[in-house]
């Protein structure tokens, strides 16, 4: 079965800037999950969704930040504007119904906003 | 204090040697903590996972709990070089199944 598929796998953009990063979650995962990483942070949830309902987005840092589900195999981050203190590894996970809290991640988008 | 600690290391063994890393967590209800393994400029992997009943043990893994104390550890037996890598322990805080909390990681490098 293919993993998480995320894209782009690379975004370099200038601040102010409107940004979008998608997510493709395993097929028959029905939750999703936005996370960013960065060094001094490390990894922090950012919102996450159950059967494309966004549940939880109190991790979401400003209203610059906002994500969709429109479908079971489609989400996507959208930063609008974008600033450099935004740059950072932001990784999208999923994991299935039922069973371990087990998360999977995809491989990550590593943005860079000058 | 951070929801979930970890020492940032670096942490270096030398190969075939034991690696025990550690976490500390701020909540007491938490039910779930993970280990997760990321190779430097790669996502993270699940290495094994625990629930507050007890321990666990695969292959050269293993994860301890101690609730007293409110830790977690991963020891590594008979450590090998592919084992060097950033090691990430997450735990479920607040009851909540899927609001994950990572640490900052631990980088461990295993000397040949």
């Known amino acids: 079965d293919a993993g998480v598929i995320q894209s782009p796998r690379h975004e370099v953009t200038e601040m102010g800037q409107e940004v979008t990063l998608r997510c493709k979650p395993i097929s028959g995962h029905d939750y999703l999950f936005w996370y960013r990483q960065t060094m001094m942070r490390g990894l922090e949830l950012l919102i996450y969704f159950n059967n494309n309902v966004p549940i939880d987005d109190s991790g979401m840092p400003e209203d610059r930040f906002s994500a969709k589900m429109p479908n079971a195999s489609f989400s996507t981050l959208k930063i609008q504007p974008s600033e450099p203190r935004d740059s950072a590894v932001y990784f999208c996970a999923s994991r299935k119904p039922g069973g371990t809290d087990t998360q999977y991640f995809g491989p990550g988008t590593r943005l860079t906003v000058l | ?112």
């Open chain 2, 1 to 112: 204090q951070k929801e979930v600690e970890q020492n940032s290391g670096p942490l270096s063994v030398p190969e075939g040697a034991i690696a025990s890393l550690n976490c500390t967590y701020s909540d007491r209800g938490s039910q779930s903590f993970f280990w997760y393994r990321q190779y430097s400029g790669k996502s993270p992997e699940l290495i094994m996972f625990i629930y507050s009943n007890g321990d666990k043990e695969d292959g050269r893994f293993t994860a301890q709990l101690n609730k007293a104390s409110q830790y977690v550890s991963l020891l590594i037996r008979d450590s090998q070089p592919s084992d060097s890598a950033t090691y990430l322990c997450a735990v479920n805080l607040k009851g909540g199944a899927n609001n994950l909390f990572f640490g900052t990681g631990t980088r461990l490098t295993v000397i040949p």
